[in-house]
Nanobody
Framework: QVQLVESGGGLVQPGGSLRLSCAASGTIFSIRTMGWYRQALGKERELVAVITSGGNTNYADSVKGRFTISRDNAKNTMYLTMNNLKPEDTAVYYC?????????WGQGTQVTVSS
């Protein structure tokens, strides 16, 4: 059973930085495409960034140039480094991976950008 556990969220001032982590277990992490999603209050969940098993990345336009997705296969962990945070980045951030049959999600970690 695939399990994903996010950490690293918190309260940060505009312009600040955070690094989120997603620890995976119950799967061969290195072969999986992994992604970060976020859901702001009252809005639909949206894709933030994705990284393939080969290290190719893709980002939502709203975070390009500010966020970096990465992975450490030896640690079965994915990261999201967020710089120059804006109030509109406030959301619950979720780790995701997919199989043929279903999506797997972590429990989410809250990121709040406010002065």
């Amino acid at each position: 059973q695939v399990q994903l556990v996010e950490s690293g969220g918190g309260l940060v001032q505009p312009g600040g930085s955070l690094r989120l982590s997603c620890a995976a277990s119950g799967t061969i992490f290195s072969i999986r495409t992994m992604g970060w999603y976020r859901q702001a209050l009252g809005k639909e969940r949206e894709l933030v960034a994705v990284i393939t098993s080969g290290g190719n990345t893709n980002y939502a336009d709203s975070v390009k140039g500010r966020f970096t997705i990465s992975r450490d296969n030896a640690k079965n962990t994915m990261y999201l480094t967020m710089n120059n945070l804006k109030p509109e980045d406030t959301a619950v951030y979720y780790c995701n991976t997919k199989s043929v049959y279903r999506d797997y999600w972590g429990q989410g970690t809250q990121v709040t950008v406010s002065s």
